[in-house]
């Protein structure tokens, strides 16, 4: 077949998905309904500004202020909020924390609801059938996958996302940082460890 021959041109093409963006993308910015410019803008936007750096620098701040975490268990939405984080895909926040008992994963099992204006972009990944099947019925091998092994003892909690409520996992802070500040603690907070399926890294 010709998409399974490198050197055939139409192996160079894109998915069917990517070619159907691409195809309406094209048709409305010829009707003059869309701006490139402003699309490249949105998307620049929630992959670097409103992107993971902002869930990062959340639980930091949790990591390193007891009053602040406190309340950001007891009403996300309202404390990121005023941290400016809010808007669409982030109406309506929940913060879980992980512990030694306790390990959050969250998923999507009916689409893709995230954290926008907390975690950027979601990754391909967690739109997927197979995760969003997975993480339900066996979390321990999809974390397992992602590279996540839990001692047998440490319970793991999956929370469904929906359009009503989206979750922000806080990763357990590594050892050897009581020395660190907030920006620098911020580096060692993936996208991943706020949605569970990572660990916050180990300096």
Known sequence: M????????HSLLPSDP????????????RKGLVDPAALDTIIDTYENKIGPRNGAQVVARAWLDPAFKAALLQDATAV?????????????????ENTAETHNMVVCTLCSCYPWP?????????KSDAYRARAVREPRAVLADFGVTL???????VWDSTAEVRYLVLPRRPEGTGHMDEAALMDLITRDSMIGTGLAVTP
Do not use: C, S
């Open 2 to 9: 010709p998409h399974d021959d490198p050197n055939h041109p």
């Open 151 to 157: 001692p047998e003892e440490t319970a793991v909690r």
């Open 18 to 29: 990517a070619l159907r963006v691409k195809a309406l993308e094209t048709i409305l910015t």
């Open 80 to 96: 990121v909020a005023d941290l400016g984080f809010y808007g669409r895909q982030g109406e309506h926040m929940v913060a879980v």
């Open 118 to 126: 907390l975690l950027g972009i979601p990754p391909g990944w967690y």
